[in-house]
């Protein structure tokens, strides 16, 4: 019960609470879960192993507080820009009228559905596309999965992220709290998505991408990290057969970025960094193997 009681017990309340007038102010609601997470971590871990520093809790700090902040001001600066070219107001292009004469949570649920088809599909193309992988590889490259490891991305790639939600649900026409409600779930799944937290879903595990899934998507090994794309919901694995739930026991050793791992960077600066240098870090690779 404690997914429940920390991520959608919370979410129905913001579904009761949100101003439509300033559903903005909902928003710092998605903080509750770096605090809920984090004590559980140490009340009742997935791994003890995980609890311990493997010294990137101060990369996954930086990535929180500059990934997080710089991916922000991209994806408003991109926006901006697209809208002064094209000089139209953002509802020009919806192509289907939003049901507001929906329940909210109605609303909710198909926001929800509607912006993870777009980060579903950027996620899976960051993984088989090489280009892609320079930058996704940045989110891969922790060997344990604990509460604050939900934001190490790459601030691009984040970016990009970002826009594959809201693209879809600007299409959509979606209502703007709406759009803050699909913000304010992912934020507080997210964590518990990357939680040290042992928690079971039972059939939950066919509608939300939590941690029992994550964790595969997380092996060093490719065929179970090229799967489990959702980012809230693992409906569009289930339809397009990427979702991976192995009956047996993951090895713990088993995360990371298996052949880069002993070269790939672990600071944030270098991180940012290491797209544009890619081909460097392979020919060190090659000269270790060598």
Not at 157 to 170: K, Q, V
Not at 204 to 219: D, I, K, P, T, Y
Not at 221 to 237: C, E, P, Q, T
Not at 240 to 268: M, N
């Amino acid at each position: 019960m404690i997914y429940p009681l920390c991520v959608i017990l919370p979410f129905v309340l913001a579904l009761i609470v949100i101003d439509p007038s300033n559903p903005a102010a909902i928003l710092p609601l998605g903080i509750l879960s770096l605090f809920t997470a984090g004590t559980m971590e140490w009340l009742h871990p997935h791994s003890l192993q995980w609890r311990k520093s493997h010294g990137d809790i101060l990369t996954d700090i930086v990535h929180q507080f500059l990934s997080l902040p710089l991916s922000l001001l991209l994806r408003a600066g991109l926006i901006y820009l697209f809208f002064t070219i094209i000089a139209e107001p953002a509802g020009w292009f919806a192509i289907i009228t939003w049901p507001t004469h929906w329940p909210l949570w109605c609303q909710a649920v198909l926001g929800l559905v509607v912006s993870e088809f777009g980060t579903y599909w950027r996620h899976r193309i960051f993984h088989e596309w090489p280009i892609g992988w320079r930058f996704h590889s940045v989110h891969h490259s922790s060997k344990r999965l604990y509460f604050l490891n939900a934001p190490r991305f790459h601030f691009i790639d984040l970016c990009l992220s970002g826009l594959a939600s809201a693209i879809p649900l600007a299409l959509f026409g979606a209502a703007p709290e709406v759009v803050v409600l699909v913000a304010t779930f992912t934020a507080l799944h997210g964590n518990w998505q990357h939680a040290n937290v042992r928690y079971k879903l039972g059939w939950f595990n066919w509608v939300f991408a939590g941690a029992e899934l994550h964790r595969w998507h997380h092996s060093s090994i490719v065929r179970h990290s090229n799967s489990n794309y959702g980012n809230n919901l693992i409906v569009f694995d289930i339809l397009f057969g990427t979702r991976c739930l192995p009956k047996t026991a993951q090895d713990i050793d088993e995360f990371g970025l298996g052949e880069h791992e002993a070269v790939y960077p672990q600071s944030w600066w270098r991180q940012s960094l290491l797209p544009f240098r890619w081909r460097s870090m392979l020919k060190i690779n090659s000269r270790e193997k060598g």
